[in-house]
């Protein structure tokens, strides 16, 4: 006898069979997120070029100020290896495409300077120097050398003292700020003085006065022995290098035809590190041996 309740358990049987049967739809598949258009990038040009500005009185200056602002302006200067008391009527002025780093005429880094802490070399085909710090640049700047007939002589030099305000001794009317001396016999230093735009000084390195200030702090001067006769320790190393053409066009009109004529190449300055590396880390050796000798005998005198 079939009981009663058989048949509801036969279809409960069927329901959930057909139920388990049955294929779950999937669930619909995210909407995608809008991807913005992207703007189309501006491209710097990544070749230095210099447009040349005819200069027509004070309103051309003037003109000048006001569309560049004084950051650019103090670049425009450095470009033309000018100070402002120099740029004159009916003179012509070299205006780079951009003021950016490009504009930088020495390599960001020198890979060959990286043992050396300081170190400033200044390049007279080019008319500017440059201060590297373990190898990085943190400055650059123009200068005007020795003139043809006192040019200033390459080389290894280091910085040696130092005056705020020191007196030519070529002419005592010659006033020269920031005065820091390379060659003490012959009296080379790096100073303020005009910047004509060309090699013009008694074999000095004339400076804009921001960059002669700033040299001023960055240098570290040589220590002496107690009669001043010797040096002990020389000071921060200063290469001298390059030639300058004397007798052609001013540096500003050279980079005009050849603008490669503003930038000092990190071959040319790996050949003078070749040459010099090896007596200028002997030199910074004994300096550090030199002060650590000295702070030791200060921290050893009883109070």
Not at 55 to 80: C, Y
Not at 268 to 277: A, C, E, N, P, Q
Not at 291 to 301: G, I, N, P
């Amino acid at each position: 006898m079939i009981p009663p309740s058989f048949p509801i358990r036969i279809l409960l049987v069927l329901f959930v069979f057909v139920v388990s049967c049955k294929k779950e739809e999937p669930p619909p598949p995210p909407k995608p997120t809008p991807v913005p258009t992207p703007k189309p990038e501006v491209k710097k040009p990544d070749t230095l070029r210099f447009d040349v500005v005819a200069m027509k009185g004070f309103s051309s200056l003037k003109e000048l100020d006001d569309k560049l602002g004084p950051e650019k302006m103090f670049l425009l200067l450095k470009v033309n290896r000018l100070d402002r008391a120099h740029i004159r009527d009916n003179d012509t002025l070299i205006v780079p495409t951009f003021f950016d780093e490009r504009i930088t005429p020495f390599p960001a880094t020198l890979e060959a300077a990286k043992e050396i802490h300081k170190l400033l070399v200044v390049s007279r085909r080019a008319q500017v120097f440059a201060a590297y710090d373990s190898g990085m640049l943190v400055r650059w700047g123009p200068t005007s050398t020795g003139k043809k007939k006192t040019p200033t002589p390459d080389g290894l030099y280091a910085a040696n003292w130092k005056k705020d305000t020191a007196i030519s001794t070529v002419d005592p009317s010659w006033i020269l700020p920031w005065c820091v001396n390379i060659h003490n016999t012959d009296g080379i230093s790096f100073h303020q003085f005009d910047l004509p735009g060309y090699p013009a000084s008694h074999s000095c390195l004339r400076l804009l006065v921001e960059d002669a200030r700033w040299i001023f702090d960055f240098v570290d001067i040589w220590r002496l022995t107690k009669d001043a006769r010797q040096i002990r320790a020389h000071g921060t190393p200063v290469i001298i290098f390059d030639d300058y053409r004397y007798g052609g066009p001013f540096i500003r009109k050279q980079i005009i035809k050849n603008p490669a004529e503003h930038f000092v190449s990190t071959a040319s300055l790996d050949s003078v590190l070749t040459i010099h590396k090896p007596e200028i880390i002997n030199r910074q050796t004994e300096r550090l041996r030199i002060l650590q000798e000295d702070s030791s005998k200060v921290l050893a005198k009883p109070l």
